[in-house]
């Protein structure tokens, strides 16, 4: 989690869920098939769960603009752009959870080792499945 946001903010990305980590923990176990050491390494990793992966580029981009800027925001900033951008750079990955949500990470790994669980920003936004690398 980042330290510019509450705890309880972080806890409660998808309108009042309180349970977005235990959520996030769920779909972790399914995607690494229940290994306790890649869970809990994404955990350290894990900055909320977001109803998908705009909402939370344009919560990012809102930290670093002045309120009175926010109109560049939303007139000139292609938010599926950065979003796809902070993909391919290895910025965050994302794994999409059933309820129509997003679990998003930070990371700081090489691209090496993002491409092994990376997922493409595209599954997101369906109703499929992931697939372990």
């Given amino acids: 989690m980042t330290d510019d946001h509450d705890d309880d903010d972080n806890l409660t990305t998808l ?3 309180k349970d977005a980590t235990g959520r996030a923990r769920r779909a972790l176990a399914h995607y690494f098939d229940g290994d306790p050491a890649k869970i809990a390494t ?12 705009g909402t939370y580029t344009r919560r990012e981009l ?3 603009i002045a309120p009175y800027m926010m109109w560049l925001l939303d007139r000139w900033v292609d938010l599926d752009g950065v979003a796809n951008d902070w993909i391919a750079n290895g910025r965050n990955w994302l794994l999409p959870d059933g309820d129509d ?9 090489p691209m090496t080792d993002i491409d092994e669980r990376e997922i493409d920003l595209e599954t997101c936004n ?7 690398k």
């Fill in 15 to 17: 309108g009042g869920d």
């Fill in 42 to 53: 994404a955990l350290d990793e894990y900055d909320g769960t977001y109803p998908d992966f």
């Fill in 62 to 64: 809102e930290e670093h």
């Fill in 101 to 109: 949500a997003v679990h998003v990470f930070l990371t700081s790994r």
């Fill in 126 to 132: 369906d109703d499929r499945e992931p697939e372990p």
